[in-house]
């Protein structure tokens, strides 16, 4: 099994139950959960050695933090405590028309104030196979940027392949300052994951006269946005998860990826999930599928399949986690979608 490092901030999860509205709301329900987290704990369900870096505060919430990572096997001895808070995200599940709904308070928090001489980068990347993190958490504060460069600078010292999901979050930063930023790291980056609007918002790439909402020219803009993408940065795949949202309950899944250097493209199958019971953490989930895939050796339609399988799954789970093994993500991407009780 591959070691895989991952880095970025976990946070308290605070949602409503019942699908209710904000103001309707006595209570919440507790998950902890993020990005790079995320993936970390797919990855360690289909058994690869990870490490989680982040910094929490020294305090019980932050201690919480570290424990529902450790529930799942994911390592924490690189865990810094430091700063003063946990972020915390508010989330509202919508059904049906009604769109789902996230509240940020993580300003300020342990990861935002963190600064690379609170870690010993050499040592975290020493024999390891795979660095992966997000868009997000350079967007949530300078020292983050700084944070976020000197792990990837590490990281390629140490011939690490690294992957990157660009998540672009509209409500942290500006499409200007994003790419700003991430134009810059993708020279550390050898795997990059993002979506129609994350390659315009976060890396100022458009998919020529294509229109990528318009069925079957859809693809055709993918093509181009890659092609844009692999020209520039001599990525070794560009992938991108393809959600068609009939309504916040109805969702068709699928995903297409492109060799960089062969140009070679594939579009996977497609999953149509209803109802779904969640989908926060439905892209980690695939990222954490798409890199179990490619450190497994499988090849790339192999890997999309297995990525694709694992994300769809993610979105019957409640929770920002993906708490599915391989055997179910295999059956699932060998054709068995049948949901029969396993007995």
């Given at each position: 099994?591959?070691?895989?490092?991952?880095?970025?901030?976990?946070?308290?999860?605070?949602?409503?139950?019942?699908?209710?509205?904000?103001?309707?709301?006595?209570?919440?329900?507790?998950?902890?959960?993020?990005?790079?987290?995320?993936?970390?704990?797919?990855?360690?369900?289909?058994?690869?050695?990870?490490?989680?870096?982040?910094?929490?505060?020294?305090?019980?919430?932050?201690?919480?933090?570290?424990?529902?990572?450790?529930?799942?096997?994911?390592?924490t001895k690189h865990i810094a405590r430091s700063g003063e808070r946990l972020g915390i995200y508010?989330?509202?599940?919508?059904?049906?028309?009604?769109?789902?709904?996230?509240?940020?308070?993580?300003?300020?928090?342990?990861?935002?104030?963190?600064?690379?001489?609170?870690?010993?980068?050499?040592?975290?990347?020493?024999?390891?196979?795979?660095?992966?993190?997000?868009?997000?958490?350079?967007?949530?504060?300078?020292?983050?940027?700084?944070?976020?460069?000197?792990?990837?600078?590490?990281?390629?010292?140490?011939?690490?392949?690294?992957?990157?999901?660009?998540?672009?979050?509209?409500?942290?930063?500006?499409?200007?300052?994003?790419?700003?930023?991430?134009?810059?790291?993708?020279?550390?980056?050898?795997?990059?994951?993002?979506?129609?609007?994350?390659?315009?918002?976060?890396?100022?790439?458009?998919?020529?006269?294509?229109?990528?909402?318009?069925?079957?020219?859809?693809?055709?803009?993918?093509?181009?946005?890659?092609?844009?993408?692999?020209?520039?940065?001599?990525?070794?795949?560009?992938?991108?998860?393809?959600?068609?949202?009939?309504?916040?309950?109805?969702?068709?899944?699928?995903?297409?990826?492109?060799?960089?250097?062969?140009?070679?493209?594939?579009?996977?199958?497609?999953?149509?999930?209803?109802?779904?019971?969640?989908?926060?953490?439905?892209?980690?989930?695939?990222?954490?599928?798409?890199?179990?895939?490619?450190?497994?050796?499988?090849?790339?339609?192999?890997?999309?399949?297995?990525?694709?399988?694992?994300?769809?799954?993610?979105?019957?789970?409640?929770?920002?986690?993906?708490?599915?093994?391989?055997?179910?993500?295999?059956?699932?991407?060998?054709?068995?979608?049948?949901?029969?009780?396993?007995?």
């Open positions: 099994m591959a070691k895989i490092v991952t880095m970025g901030e976990i946070m308290l999860r605070l949602s409503t139950p019942n699908n209710e509205r904000f103001i309707q709301a006595d209570e919440f329900d507790i998950n902890y959960g993020g990005g790079e987290a995320n993936v970390a704990v797919s990855l360690a369900n289909y058994g690869h050695d990870v490490e989680f870096v982040t910094a929490v505060p020294a305090n019980p919430i932050g201690e919480c933090a570290v424990a529902a990572l450790r529930k799942y096997n994911v390592g508010f989330l509202e599940t919508g059904s049906a028309m009604r769109a789902s709904n996230v509240v940020y308070d993580r300003a300020h928090s342990s990861i935002a104030t963190a600064t690379p001489d609170q870690f010993d980068f050499d040592e975290i990347f020493k024999d390891v196979d795979w660095f992966h993190f997000t868009g997000i958490t350079p967007a949530v504060s300078d020292a983050a940027i700084a944070l976020t460069e000197a792990a990837l600078k590490a990281a390629k010292a140490h011939n690490v392949t690294v992957s990157v999901d660009l998540n672009f979050r509209k409500k942290l930063w500006s499409s200007e300052k994003a790419q700003k930023v991430m134009t810059n790291l993708m020279q550390y980056v050898d795997v990059c994951i993002g979506n129609e609007e994350d390659a315009e918002k976060v890396l100022g790439f458009k998919p020529g006269e294509t229109d990528v909402t318009s069925g079957e020219l859809e693809l055709a803009g993918y093509v181009d946005i890659f092609n844009q993408m692999a020209d520039k940065f001599g990525f070794k795949y560009i992938i991108s998860s393809l959600r068609e949202s009939f309504s916040a309950s109805n969702n068709g899944w699928s995903a297409c990826i492109m060799d960089g250097k062969t140009r070679e493209f594939y579009h996977s199958k497609k999953y149509s999930i209803t109802p779904i019971v969640d989908r926060v953490g439905g892209g980690d989930s695939f990222a954490g599928g798409l890199i179990c895939g490619l450190a497994d050796g499988k090849d790339m339609k192999a890997a999309l399949e297995f990525a694709v399988a694992a994300s769809a799954l993610k979105h019957t789970i409640p929770g920002d986690f993906n708490l599915v093994t391989r055997a179910e993500v295999d059956n699932l991407a060998g054709g068995d979608g049948s949901g029969r009780v396993q007995r």
